[in-house]
């Protein structure tokens, strides 16, 4: 039930909810689309980046917060840990217990390779887990990995790395079988068809989903199955600086226990990191449908031992992000709501785009809604605009909501909000890290020989944007890629002597370069606590 | 100024606004968390928790990123719980009623008393779907399991020491490979990719100029 002042509003929207139904809005056109990114979207606000001053991007733009992990100061010192007695000695060392990360430690343990997993919180706490809408692959008659590929390529803004693209895409539909033959259990027809739906920027139904449990299903899937082999997960302990050897390769991590402050080494032959993305750096202040671990550490881990970054600077602003109640700010509304049939409505009750335009464009529609044209609803926490939901019971019928996105309607239900009778607040929130590593077909990076990366901590598969659907896919795809071929490489890798001379090498970049910062990183986890000022 | 509750954290009292989740809540009191903190939304179950509200007798269970804090709450989070989680070969076993005897007899001790129902965070139907499991029909205990977020709570009030979520995991993962339609299509699609039936036109794809590629793109014909 929402209180009286949204009332005014709630009714225009309850008034013209059956012609907004039958009301097609139009596509954007290409040029119009580009003018309100310009105009609106957060990745064009040229104040919010700042020029790396040191490293292998020096001289690109990211933005500003990024800057500063990117630039500063290792939590250790090469003292503090003994490279000659490490703890742990692997063929292959998985940093980040994500879907990426449990995907490859399977493939490498299939391979033959000793492999284990070191990760932040426990395995599973990940933005996998939280994935709701599904997972694309082309495999109805009437789509094809090359019309999936022309959909991600465009929606990137034709910036992907094609090789990678092309694998994304040709590989999808066996992913999808790897992950059917674990036991996820993905929504099908009686007759096994897999029930499919659009996602913002597909031109053919391919999103293929489990409920609004889609990330969850797979990931907890994926946990049982690294279990099962047996394969060590080393919970509650982040990779805090990569080690080399002395010929450059990378060769191990330094591991820190999240609790005690331990450290201890971890010596790999091959390494990949797949610690996920960075919404819990609250870029331009927005918040963040992200879990509590993604501070983007496996960018400063890679930077700092000289592994390039590509499209760090793009980011990407789920359009609904929960505006209402506070309880719930930034946490993610599925994009599966617009698939659905719900459409987003401004104050009035106007329905002012199109549901399923590309996440940035619909975005940078919000804010406009929001902030030039005046038409949000306020919510006490800043404006928002409606999104529907009441629509998809009377376009799929009574009960679509419960069984297709269960979790949204218990998310609002919490709070009194029945979103089968009564639409939702929604303002973007930031959702996806679209840059990130840069790496090759095989998964290592271009730059650091023997380190993979895999996930939301590459950058370069979807360009500048991602579509829905297609991260789940390439985790799947690219953790069991990197998985392969870590382990593979493992087998003609003798390691050398570890070093950790990376560390004075930087600072002496950084001192160089003049900067001054008091900033240790990778993040790890930010601080919620209440500062004392606000007391 | 915001309504201040009451609320125990542990046993030890504070006083916090009463809009806050108890997640929030613990922050506000100066908690930095590690444990009992993943998704903050409801997703992954770390945040599992039992509280009482003063006065009140019975013994209730959350998750603490979902749930609103209330006048007088006593809190204790559960940040982990022993679960036993067997393990086994998912391509060895088959959907039968025996892998259930064999991996998880305990499930057959269940004295009925509905206690992991009550418990459930998600509101699911735990003993049903553990008697599903009984009588092997693992379809059923997948889908009336689904929503389970493994928090452990169901399991923490068993008197017969059922570990609920990892009985549904097998039931579902059993489901998913084995009891499921298969799709044909999936795999008439990965026998044409390897046959390369694509081949041709993806790399035609890959060899094309940008602005042809942008005039594709913009012209695509986009399914209803
Ligand atoms: C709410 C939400 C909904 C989404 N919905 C969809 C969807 O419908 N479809 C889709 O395709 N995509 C979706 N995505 C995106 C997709 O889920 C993620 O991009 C993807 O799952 C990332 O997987 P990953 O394995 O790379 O990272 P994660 O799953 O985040 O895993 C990274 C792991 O590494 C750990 N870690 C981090 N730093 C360190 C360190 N220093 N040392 C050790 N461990 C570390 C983290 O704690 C975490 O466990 C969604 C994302 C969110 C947040
Ligand atoms: S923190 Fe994940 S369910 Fe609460």
Redesign the interface.
Known sequence: MYAKEFQESLKAVEEAREANIAYEPARMT?KEKEDLLAAYHPDYKKDQFEELKIGPNKGEKVPKELCGILEARSRIRPGDVDLNNPKYDVDVLVIGGGGAGASAAIEADTAGASVMIATK??I???NT??AEGGIQ??????D????H???A??GGH?AAK??LL?KL??NA??A??WL???????D?A?????VTT?GGGT???RMHA??D?S???IM??LR??V??R?IPVID?TSAVELILDESGKAAGAVLMN??TGDLSVARAKTVIIATGGAGRMHYQGFPT?N???ATADGLVLGYRVGAKLLYAETLQYHPTGAAF????FG??VTEKVRSLGAKLVNRDGKVFMHPLETRDVAAASIIRECSDRGEGVQTGDGDAVWLDTPMIEKIGGEGTIEKRI??MM??FG??GIDIRREPILVYPTLHYQNGGLDINVDGMTTSVENLFVAGEAVGGIHGRNRLMGNSLLDIIVFGRNAGQNAAARSKKTTVGTLTLDHISKFDAEREAAGIETDVVSPML?P????KKSEV | MENMVNVYLFGKQYRVPENLTIMRAMEYAGYKLVRGCGCRNGFCGACATIYRIKGDKTLRTCLACQTKVENDMYVATLPFFPLVKEVYDINEISPSQRVMMQLYPEIYACVGCNACTKACTQSLNVMQYIAYAQRGEFDKCAEESFDCVMCGCCSSRCPAGISHPQVAMLARRLNGKYLAPKSEHLENRVREIKDGTFTELIEALMGKPIEELKELYNTREIEK
């Open positions: 290409a919180l426990r599973g706490d990940a887990m939280m692959a082309a495999d109805k008659p009437n094809s990995p090359a019309i590929f022309l959909d390529f465009g034709f094609r090789e092309s895409v040709c539909p066996e999808i079988q059917n033959e674990l036991g996820v259990e993905f099908k009686p007759d096994g068809t897999m659009h031109s053919r139904k489990a409920k449990y990330g969850a299903e907890r899937t049982d199955e279990l099962n047996g509650f999240m609790e449908s879990h509590y671990g109640p506070q309880q719930i946490a993610l269960p979790a218990r998310m919490s709070y986890l601080d919620y606590t209440r």
